[in-house]
């Protein structure tokens, strides 16, 4: 059976037939690696190559790790779908919105309509959602077991489920439900006897001093609660359970909280009448105007917010720097537990909705190391700085470097050492460490020969689009080479 490359090379393959266009394969093998492999750390990289739409906070989520996102696009037939990674999950209904992702990204829940015209709860495709209607914005605990959303009964009460059953029996109305992460614990607001929107946690009041309670976040472990309310002077003020903690500002919304609950993060006016994001009580967006919608990291050392810049551009900002500079209209950021991953909603030059995504740096630049290592006794040893989110790098020594051993991030292969003979590729997680170091002994495999130097090559790794596509273009130039030889020959 033929094996079938990916399309997009496909596409390149058959228009390589001629030789006019082989250029332009090269450039098009080269520009699709990159934006495959996504390697620009420190920058925003659209993760989204067609049209995508946003019309609230959730309309996109990422795991905890940041290597997987979703979101809800519009394909070609004008369908509103979700996207996992650029791939569609949702064939089966339509009207699709607000995924959710799980903590390590196997699971994903969204709201879409099913072929009834019901609107209902799919996880991973499938339905959850029997015996209620108008079910809508679903929340999933970290290891995806558990699910809750709220969605309106047979008596037209609308109600909190998790895992399909009514959990809210108590109150009326209720909404927007949040999902502790082993998911033993659901907040949600919701209306009392007297008529006031309170904040309810497993179907109990924990707002009483307050009105209209709004917007409640939930910690890991689920115990501490932060939510918005109106205190007795008319002020929206910001509350960790039952306690203010927003004095000096007014108007404050949107609360976050780190995994501990240690850290809380929302948008307040201060005494200026300019949106701030305030952490802990303190500005920390100084700098930029009409800031809003705060994402905090697990440990709550990150922050990210929508602010506007000097020149009136909605801007991503993450601890007070902006991350999406080349792109317009960005808003609704998203930020993975570490911190390191950032995903948004925004407009690209040609006016498209787009999926961006922003990733860390780790180490410093310095990757490419081509030396001549003294023999020294039949040994040698090369410490190579390293940048990149996860970096991939290759060492090669032809049969000059065997066996070898090598140490990244504090660990050391296992004794023995597998030879690199040849070419070996590494690969090491993002983390604290810079530096990685290869060792071994100087001679050639089997044997050892007494040689002056061994020639050791550390380069940055390329992708797997890249390395497809490269063999794709050494195929192609061997074909037109043999039917060259051919005209010749004839």
């Not at 497993?202 to 309670?213: A, L, P, R």
């Not at 359970?241 to 909280?257: A, D, L, Y």
């Not at 009448?273 to 697990?298: A, E």
């Not at 550390?458 to 490269?470: K, R, S």
Request: hydrophobic residues 35%; contains cysteine; charged residues 15%.
């Amino acid at each position: 059976m033929k094996k079938q490359l990916p399309l997009n090379c496909n596409i390149a393959n058959k228009a390589s037939r001629y030789f006019k266009v082989q250029a332009f394969v090269i450039v098009y093998c080269l520009l699709f690696s990159v934006y495959q492999t996504n390697a620009q750390c420190g920058q925003a990289n659209v993760i989204s190559p067609i049209n995508n739409s946003a019309d609230w906070a959730d309309a996109h989520s990422i795991s905890c790790d940041g290597s997987t996102a979703v979101w809800h696009i519009n394909d070609a037939m004008g369908r509103v779908q979700i996207s996992k990674n650029d791939v569609v999950i949702s064939s089966g209904s339509t009207s699709n919105f607000s995924p959710q992702i799980s903590c390590d990204g196997s699971d994903v829940v969204w709201f879409g309509t099913d072929a009834m015209g019901v609107l209902q709860i799919y996880k991973n495709g499938v339905v959850i959602s029997s015996g209620s209607t108008n079910n809508s914005f679903p929340q999933i605990s970290c290891d995806g077991s558990d699910v809750v959303w709220f969605g309106i009964d047979a008596m037209g009460v609308r109600q909190i489920y998790k895992n399909d059953v009514v959990i809210s029996s108590e109150s009326i109305n209720n909404r927007n439900p949040q999902i502790s992460c082993d998911g033993s614990d659901v907040v949600w607001y919701g209306i009392d006897a007297m008529r006031v929107n309170q904040i309810y946690k497993n179907g109990v009041v924990i707002s009483s001093g307050s009105t209209n309670n709004r917007n409640p976040q939930i910690s890991c472990d689920g115990s501490d609660v932060v939510w918005n309310g109106t205190d007795a002077m008319g002020v929206t003020q910001i509350y960790k359970n039952g306690v203010v903690i927003s004095s000096g500002s007014t108007n404050n919304r949107f609360p976050q909280i780190s995994c501990d609950g240690s850290d809380v993060v929302w948008n307040g006016t201060d005494a200026m009448g300019v949106l701030q994001i305030y952490k802990n009580g303190v500005v920390i967006s100084s700098g930029s105007t009409i800031n809003f919608r705060p994402q905090i990291s697990c440990d709550g050392s990150d922050v990210v917010w929508n602010g506007t810049d000097a020149m009136g551009v909605l801007q991503i900002y993450k601890n007070g720097v902006v991350i999406s500079s080349g792109s317009i209209n960005n808003f609704l950021p998203q930020i993975s537990c570490d911190g390191s991953d950032v995903v948004w909603v925004s407009t690209d030059a040609m006016g498209v909705p787009q999926i961006y995504k922003y990733s860390d740096c780790c180490g410093i630049s310095d990757i490419s190391h081509n030396d001549l290592v003294p023999n020294n006794d039949g040994t040698f040893s090369i410490t190579v700085s390293y940048a990149g989110d996860d970096p991939s790098v290759t060492i090669s020594g032809g049969l000059n470097a065997s066996p070898a051993s090598y140490t990244a991030s504090g660990s050391v292969c296992d004794d023995p050492c597998e030879p690199i003979i040849g070419e070996v590729t590494f690969t090491y997680p993002c983390g604290t460490d810079t530096e990685i170091t290869f060792s071994g002994d100087c001679g050639f495999d089997p044997i050892p020969v007494s040689i002056d130097s061994c020639e050791i090559t550390v380069v940055p790794t390329m992708g797997q689009w890249g390395l497809i596509c490269l063999g794709l273009l050494l195929l192609i130039f061997g074909v037109v080479s043999i039917k060259q030889r051919k005209v010749v020959v004839g």
